[in-house]
């Protein structure tokens, strides 16, 4: 049972266009984190979102955490080719590791 | 130094043999985790070091895995008896100090094992 569920699993858009990724879970987090990941390299933090209904503005990039903070999303304006990666998002469990979702795989077509 | 660094970046070994890889930290972050990536997975956690000491190892698939980190900077992570289900790309990831919700991780490219 997977805690952090990512949707779209893969997702494949044209230069220019709009996207929007989800981070859920049943489970309640005192704050989530997106990294990307690009092959061959390992996961890069993009952001961590800590407060209920928080938004956060990274350039073309915007993150939203839930409410009930149980749900995150990564909306990209515009994406370019240089956004291709694996998305992943990422949430505190006991002690001091990360539970990862199963990712979402962006590849933007020039 | 700058990154984090781990060595072999790839790793092809026989089934059953020894394998040891290794990752460097950032210079004078005290936590250390290690974490397994299979193809088309997020990352999931095997052992975590702070300092010296294992604190939490409770990701380790089955005593065939085994950290170390002696003495509180490099860390060497040790599987026996290779079987092919080990084959992933092993991430190390360090960061200033434990409990970073906020701070997050800075991992290293990782070493992709395969077991053949």
């Known amino acids: 049972t997977q805690l952090l569920e990512q949707s779209p699993q893969f997702l494949s858009i044209q230069e220019g266009e709009n996207l929007t990724v989800y981070c859920n879970s049943s489970s309640v987090f005192s704050s989530l984190q997106w990294y990307r990941q690009e092959p061959g390299e390992g996961p890069v933090l993009l952001v961590t979102?800590?407060?209920?209904?928080e938004v956060k503005k990274l350039k073309r990039l915007t993150f939203q955490f839930g409410d009930a903070r149980k749900d995150s999303s990564l909306h990209i304006t515009a994406a370019q080719p240089g956004d291709t990666g694996l998305y992943l998002c990422?949430?505190?469990?006991?002690?001091?590791?990360?539970?990862f979702g199963t990712g979402t795989s962006l590849t933007v077509i020039p | 130094g700058a990154g984090v660094s781990q060595t072999p970046s790839n790793k092809v070994t026989e089934k059953g043999k020894y394998v040891e890889l290794r990752c460097d930290p950032i210079s004078g972050h005290t936590a250390l985790y290690w974490y397994r990536q299979s193809l088309g997975q997020g990352p999931e956690f095997l052992i975590y070091f702070q300092g010296t000491g294992a604190a939490d190892d409770s990701g380790l698939p089955n005593d065939r895995f085994f950290a170390v980190r002696p003495e509180g900077s490099v860390s060497t992570l040790k599987i026996q008896r290779t079987e092919r289900g080990d084959s992933a790309v092993y991430l190390c990831?360090?960061?200033?100090?434990?409990?970073?919700?906020?701070?997050?991780?800075?991992f290293g490219s990782g070493t992709r094992l395969t077991v053949v």
């Open positions: 979102v800590v407060t209920g209904g």
């Open positions: 990831a360090s960061s200033l100090k434990a409990g970073t919700g906020i701070h997050g991780y800075t």
């Open positions: 990422a949430g505190p469990a006991t002690g001091n590791q990360f539970y």
